[in-house]
């Protein structure tokens, strides 16, 4: 049953199963939500190792209050945090594309505040600063219109609907970029890369490995995978990372 958490004035849509820990906290990327194929396969690898499982949809996603224009990472950060404030015990991160981003920038502000509870993370083609990285993808006349008239609609590869890009987006995101300084996690590191991917380009992934100076970690780099990763194949590799991350 769907619950909902209060969280900046929007309704947070929640799924959780409970079970033992470490839990598994699922992160979606940008314009996904908690019901797509890699959420349900973490849902069902919990379910089938007795795993309490939460996920959750960012505002303007799923069945979440909000419209998703409005986002920034600043409001789905916080609310990562507030659903990982209902969680208990040791849990592992799964956060995919934009939600590996917000997974690092989690642990970040919960080790700020002395909160150690990362059991570990597993990163699917994370978009780490992914603001940064959609300007860089942009022409330098999509840039003006942006700057112009505050937003821009993109092509989306994923179905017939554009991405609306806002600038307040992008300008909050500048807050948030990690690149540049080490990045700490306390926790072992799993990412999945597919290297045929045109939205996070294996070059942004290995430049987030750089920064990994201090913790445990494995890349697995996917030969024919593209940004999704959720072929049945690329769902077994998920499977077998939080596997591999519960026998740590």
């Not at 700057?147 to 890009?165: L, N």
């Amino acid at each position: 049953m769907t619950e909902f958490l209060a969280v900046g004035g929007e309704r947070i849509a929640v799924l959780r199963r409970p079970g033992r820990t470490p839990g598994l906290m699922w992160l979606s990327g940008f314009r996904s939500d908690m019901t797509g194929s890699k959420a349900t396969t973490v849902h069902e690898f919990g379910a089938a190792h007795g795993l309490a499982v939460t996920r959750f949809d960012y505002s303007g996603h799923g069945k979440s209050s909000g419209n998703y224009a409005d986002g920034t990472i600043s409001r789905w950060l916080a609310e990562a945090e507030a659903v990982f404030a209902t969680t208990a015990g040791p849990q592992i991160l799964i956060g995919s594309s934009m939600g590996g981003w917000i997974a690092l920038l989690l642990v970040r502000a919960l080790r700020a505040r002395g909160i150690e509870r990362m059991h570990g993370l597993v990163l699917i083609a994370p978009a780490t600063d992914m603001t940064a990285l959609m300007l860089s993808q942009m022409s330098k006349k999509v840039q003006k219109l942006l700057d112009k008239q505050g937003y821009v609609d993109t092509p989306s590869g994923y179905g017939p609907e554009p991405y609306r890009i806002s600038k307040a987006l992008i300008e909050d995101g500048k807050q948030h970029l990690l690149f540049g300084r080490a990045i700490e996690t306390g926790c072992p590191v799993t990412i999945l890369q597919g290297a045929r991917d045109r939205d996070v380009p294996r070059e942004h992934t290995m430049k987030l490995v750089q920064h990994l100076l201090t913790d445990p970690m494995t890349v697995t780099i996917i030969p024919d995978g593209e940004h999704r990763l959720s072929r049945p194949e690329d769902l077994k590799l998920l499977e077998r990372a939080i596997e591999v991350m519960l026998s740590d």
